[in-house]
């Protein structure tokens, strides 16, 4: 279940981060009230599954999943540019998302 828990708080990381790119600083009312609400549910998420999980590999694979999540977004959906090095440093992440899981 925590792991769980963890999963769905990592995928809204991604949604709140890209919510906030759209909501342009701030400016945009609607972006900015629905990334503030799913980053707060996103924690939320999190705080629950750190009741059963230990800080430091739950948060790493908090953010590693955010952080993938949003860099291949912005690469498939908003163009960003995606180089080899971006490509290697990605699936690092990947990799020690899924040591970190394994090693729980």
Do not use: C, N
């Not at 792991?3 to 701030?26: H, P, S, T």
Request: proline residues 2%.
């Amino acid at each position: 279940m925590a792991w769980g828990l963890l999963a769905l708080a990592g995928a809204l990381e991604i949604v709140w981060a890209l919510a906030l790119k759209q909501a342009d600083g701030f400016t945009r009312l609607w972006p900015s009230l629905l990334g503030v609400g799913i980053a707060m549910a996103s924690l939320v998420l999190l705080g629950l599954a750190l009741k059963h999980l230990p800080v430091g590999t739950a948060y790493a694979i908090w953010v590693g999943i955010g952080a993938f999540g949003v860099a291949v977004f912005g690469t498939l959906v908003l163009g960003e540019h995606m180089s080899a090095t971006k490509l290697l440093f990605l699936a690092l992440i990947v990799v020690g998302v899924a040591g970190l899981r394994m090693t729980e």
